[in-house]
């Protein structure tokens, strides 16, 4: 081979290297530069860097996904085609669940304020295996009004990609056997001592209420990549309360993934009149895990209270939303 050949080809493979480097800068220049600092979170297998756009996936993501149109009343779903009939409606009033294995989906039910209203989303004790998606629930800070809720032995359902807003008593009651992912709940009633007076723990719930964004009363409840935000008042309970008030020992509960915001205590795990020595009335809860959660630093007075031995429950992994330290686990004030 010629020295004119040698070069005729050395000059055609690197024009094709060339070529091809511009192919790769240009797919390079297409993807987006990653934000500084470390991922807090991940949805939807995308990273996500900061608390702000954490609550603006959750805003986004967990609501319908249609055009709704108002209807007033309250609703009673018996079968299927009742469930497909709330589809685009925004319920003024309550929806009541008296039938199993329901797929419910893209709908809104907004507090009417009639003060008999105990669930906004009730579920009688005869459903059970039921699908929830795609939901906004507003409780308009109702004292006495829960968000999702009824029956607690209604058992079996999956709720998921939904909004609970503005609940002035506890945002979800938890069922069992039961998994809540991918949910925003946000925005609560949060008593105002300078308006109101002197809040009094022990009053009537009309007059002042309690506020728990969840509370699992009995066993097997998931709750997992959701944003659960409370507030730091007087009333501000906890984001999760984990205490049996049925006669059913809780046995399994898993947190993992979300973010948790608030409350006297974050995170509360308790037996009913008892103490980490004596299990109360209906026993320890056991197998209570919470797994890879962040916290942010709006609590009123620690992250963690429980009345529970250590054994009851596994922490891992769970991190502070500004530093991603990881929390302390142990019981009390900070």
């Excluded at 507030?231 to 993934?257: H, P, V, Y």
């Amino acid at each position: 081979m010629t020295i004119g050949n040698e070069l005729d080809l050395f000059i055609a493979n690197t024009a094709a290297k060339l070529d091809d480097l511009s192919a790769r800068l240009e797919q390079l220049e297409a993807v987006p530069e990653p934000l500084p600092g470390s991922a807090i979170m991940t949805r939807n297998g995308i990273s996500i860097y900061s608390v702000a756009d954490l609550r603006a996936w959750h805003s986004d993501n967990c609501k319908p996904n249609i055009p709704l149109t108002q209807y007033v009343g309250n609703v009673v779903l018996t079968s299927q085609a009742s469930a497909d009939a709330i589809r685009g409606k925004a319920v003024l009033g309550s929806v009541t669940v008296r039938a199993s294995n329901l797929v419910i989906e893209d709908f809104a039910i907004e507090w009417d304020g009639n003060d008999n209203t105990r669930s906004l989303l009730d579920f009688d004790g005869s459903a059970s295996g039921c699908t929830v998606r795609r939901f906004d629930i507003n409780g308009k800070k109702a004292k006495t009004v829960i968000g999702i809720g009824g029956a607690s032995y209604s058992a079996g359902h999956l709720f998921e990609f939904g909004t609970i807003r503005n609940y002035g008593f506890d945002a979800i009651r938890l069922f069992k056997n039961s998994i809540y992912r991918r949910l925003f709940v946000h925005s609560p009633f949060e008593w105002d001592s300078a308006s109101m007076g002197p809040y009094n723990g022990g009053g009537s719930q009309l007059i002042y209420p309690h506020t728990d964004v969840a509370q699992a009363i009995r066993s097997g409840a998931v709750m997992q990549e959701c944003w659960l935000e409370n507030g730091s008042a007087a009333n501000s309970t906890s984001c999760i309360m984990c205490k049996s008030d049925t006669n059913e020992q809780i046995d399994g509960f898993e947190l993992s993934d979300s973010y948790l915001d608030g409350g006297h205590y974050t995170v509360s795990v308790h037996n009913k009149n008892g103490s980490k020595t004596n299990p109360g009335e209906y026993g320890h809860p056991i197998n209570v895990r919470i797994l890879r959660n962040i916290f942010g630093r709006g609590y009123r007075v620690g992250i963690f209270s429980y009345s529970v031995p250590d054994s009851s429950i596994a922490f891992s992994g769970n991190r502070w939303a500004d530093t991603l330290e990881l929390v302390p686990t142990s019981d009390g004030p900070l």
